[in-house]
């Protein structure tokens, strides 16, 4: 059944009846921005770029969250990683990003207790089974994890466990939207829209990107999912409108997913927060709330770091903004490689330039 409905979304004739359409409709030079690495990776994946019309360019935006870390966080989570007998706990990309002080799998390499969990509920658990030590969830990620996250936060609280600790570093979607549009760096034709992030936060959640009069269109990840999406900003740029159209309606509602903001908004609140190549962005970042300072490994094990630069030489900075492709880096395949990765882009499994690495993607031929 699940494959059944998994063909649907590929099927080739759709697919090219669609690429057909958006190419009758698509005229002079038009430039989407899909904001989602999720996004980048479906389209490298069944080759859309290149089924588009050549004045039809796609770039890449900010949406890996383990990309836009910034190198301070990084070493903020390094620092505390080193605390005697500390527990940090991650998902499994955040271990091998590199930052000033090296990576959490080189600190657990010379001895720091880094253990990678495939959910926040299991850094809660680790804790309970080692009532004498600290544990520590490294929290990395937008809309689409903050909930759970924030969830864990109140199990913890709820049976009393006093040494669960959360340092979030999670990340808002929008105000990085609107730091991209206002630089005018990229001058965009329309948004690809998130689909998991939107499926939280809801399409109304949106609606800000008609006063800059650029459309958006909210994509799924299959094939057919994302076409749909492109004909829809298409057709908004050829009647000249800026709205916010779902071509995501299977998951993806208006008010977005009301239990998940309840339980997100009830432990997190908006705060300044730095992104890797967007800088310091008001209200873009979630912090703990003072009612559950008492889980905020920020407050608790406070940490003094230097300030530090992105590695010489890497552009994943600009990669975020949409302002260069990985093509455009010197380092792209020659030096930085998923097996020696010297900026966080070619690190995570959202990461553009692991996408362009890992799909052998070219410039596409006028």
């Not at 089974?129 to 490294?138: A, E, H």
């Not at 005018?184 to 399409?203: K, Q, R």
Request: glycine share 10%; net charge neutral; with cysteine.
């Amino acid at each position: 059944m699940v494959m059944k409905f998994i063909d649907e979304f590929r099927d080739p004739l759709l697919v090219r009846a669609l690429v057909e359409d958006i190419r009758r409709r698509a005229h002079g030079p038009l430039r989407l921005m899909e904001f989602c690495g999720g996004h980048t990776h479906a389209i490298l994946r069944f080759g859309i770029r290149k089924l588009l019309p050549s004045h039809l360019e796609m770039l890449s935006g900010p949406g890996c969250p383990v990309c836009v870390t910034s190198s301070t966080g990084l070493d903020q989570a390094m620092a505390m990683a080193e605390i005697d007998g500390v527990i940090l706990t991650t998902f499994g990309d955040m271990v091998r990003v590199p930052g000033r002080r090296g990576s959490l799998q080189k600190a657990r390499a010379e001895g720091a207790d880094v253990r990678i969990v495939y959910s926040p509920i299991d850094a809660v658990a680790l804790a309970e089974k080692n009532g004498s030590r600290p544990v520590i969830f490294l929290g990395v990620g937008f809309e689409t994890t903050a909930p759970g996250v924030a969830a864990s936060i109140l199990q913890a609280h709820n049976q009393g466990i006093k040494n669960y600790f959360v340092f979030s570093l999670h990340k808002l979607t929008p105000p990085a939207t609107k730091a991209i549009l206002d630089s005018g760096e990229v001058n965009l034709s329309g948004i690809l829209g998130p689909g998991h992030v939107t499926t939280v936060i809801g399409t109304d959640a949106w609606r800000f990107l008609s006063g800059y009069h650029v459309p958006m269109a909210v994509a799924g990840f299959e094939p057919l999912d994302v076409l749909r999406a492109i004909r829809m900003l298409v057709d908004q740029v050829n009647e000249g409108q800026a709205r916010v159209d779902n071509a995501y309606s299977r998951s993806v509602l208006p008010q977005g997913n009301r239990t998940a903001l309840a339980v997100m908004n009830e432990v997190f609140e908006p705060c300044d927060a730095d992104w890797r190549g967007l800088g310091s962005l008001p209200g873009s970042g979630l912090c703990i709330r003072e009612k559950y300072a008492a889980f905020d490994a920020s407050k608790v094990f406070p940490v003094v770091v230097t300030p530090s630069p992105d590695p010489p030489g890497c552009r994943c900075g600009e990669v975020l903004q949409g302002v260069i492709s990985p093509l455009d880096c010197s380092l792209f395949r020659r030096i930085c490689t998923p097996e020696n990765p010297v900026g966080p882009c070619m690190v995570s499994a959202e990461g553009t330039c692991a996408a362009y690495y890992q799909f052998g993607e070219t410039r596409l031929e006028d």
